[in-house]
């Protein structure tokens, strides 16, 4: 009895333990635990995947060169010339970009260090003179009312005044000055133009102020 009692009792615990290792060594206990291996994996091979289409459909950088378009050619320097009485050093005009027939006009000085008065203004810090930034101005004014429309002539054509002019920043050699002038009142009969002009450089405005323009045989 107590050999049967003590081989029960011998077994039993053989049977715990070995019953617990079989259970831990299932086959459906091994599949249960390897099966995420697998998901986890294609994830990573699809993040890859979208990583790398991502990069490749990103818009590449358009260089420097291609960014930035030309100002557009309303009136070009030769037409300017035969509007203008202005020579060479005095022609501060080299493009109209805009016009507005009897209205208004914005056109393009190009400053550059090959202006002949940048020897002398400044030898070391090249500064493009403020009345030749009123004249440049002037000269666009004059190209607004020498026009048909307005009925100016070129034989008796003045710059006759200025009036709250202010200079905001220093125009230097590299720099394109874009200049508009629009006609706010004009006297026909006495031939008498009033004229606001601002002149920008990068979008800032560096001068602006009020213009009056004479025709007329007089030295108004």
Do not use: W
């Amino acid at each position: 009895m107590s050999a049967t009692s003590s081989s029960l009792f011998s077994l039993t615990p053989a049977q715990s333990l070995v019953q617990p290792r079989k259970f831990l060594q299932s086959p459906a206990s091994l599949s249960l635990s390897a099966s995420p291996l697998p998901s986890l994996k294609s994830n990573r091979q699809s993040n890859l995947i979208v990583c790398c289409s991502s990069q490749e459909d990103a818009p590449k950088d358009t260089p420097i060169e291609l960014k930035f378009p030309a100002f557009p050619t309303v009136i070009d320097i030769n037409q300017i010339r035969e509007i203008l009485p202005h020579r060479f050093p005095f022609l501060l005009v080299d493009r109209v970009i805009e016009y507005n027939p009897g209205v208004s006009a914005v056109a393009i000085k190009n400053v550059t260090i090959n202006d002949n008065f940048f020897p002398g203004h400044f030898p070391e810090r090249p500064i493009m003179p403020g009345v030749l930034m009123v004249e440049a101005m002037a000269q666009v004014g004059g190209i607004v009312m020498l026009q048909p429309e307005v009925g100016g002539s070129r034989d008796s054509f003045f710059f006759a005044g200025i009036d709250k002019v202010r200079f905001r920043k220093p125009v230097i050699a590299g720099d394109t000055l874009v200049m508009r002038m629009t006609l706010t009142k004009f006297q026909k009969r006495f031939g008498i133009a009033k004229m606001d002009g601002k002149a920008y450089v990068g979008g800032e405005v560096v001068c602006e102020g009020e213009f009056l323009m004479a025709s007329g045989s007089g030295t108004a």
